[in-house]
């Protein structure tokens, strides 16, 4: 069973950026894919990007490539998305997760508990 935590949130003015972190425990790191989602108030979660075991395969929602970049450290057991050019649109709850397989298969089985980005000036 993994655990994961959330960090790297918070206020920022448009056009900066952040990194988000998550932190995962457990043994398992390596042999899974793990994803960023988001949610608005009042909306429904969407996907931000994925990343595979390997690094090799990313994907990212179109309102956010060439903006988001997702990445992972299997030393450090941590999954981060930078996130460029900020806009107020991408004010949302963001939330790590850890997939059933090595590849992004859209289905996640972990969350963390989320972390806070604000957009506005």
């Known amino acids: 069973q993994l655990q994961l935590v959330d960090s790297g949130g918070g206020l920022v003015q448009p056009g900066e950026s952040l990194r988000l972190s998550c932190s995962v425990f457990?043994?398992?790191?390596?042999?899974?894919?793990f994803g960023w989602s988001r949610q608005a108030p009042g909306k429904a979660r969407e996907g931000v990007s994925c990343?595979?075991?390997?690094?090799?395969?990313?994907s990212a929602a179109d309102s956010m490539k060439g903006r988001f970049t997702i990445s992972r450290d299997n030393a450090k057991n941590t999954v981060y998305l930078q996130m460029n050019n900020l806009k107020p649109e991408d004010t949302a709850v963001y939330y790590c997760a850890a997939g059933h397989y090595w590849y992004c298969s859209g289905q996640y089985r972990s969350w963390g508990q989320g972390t806070q980005v604000t957009v506005s000036s």
């Open positions: 990343i595979s075991t390997d690094g090799q395969n990313t």
């Open positions: 457990g043994n398992t790191f390596k042999n899974y894919a």
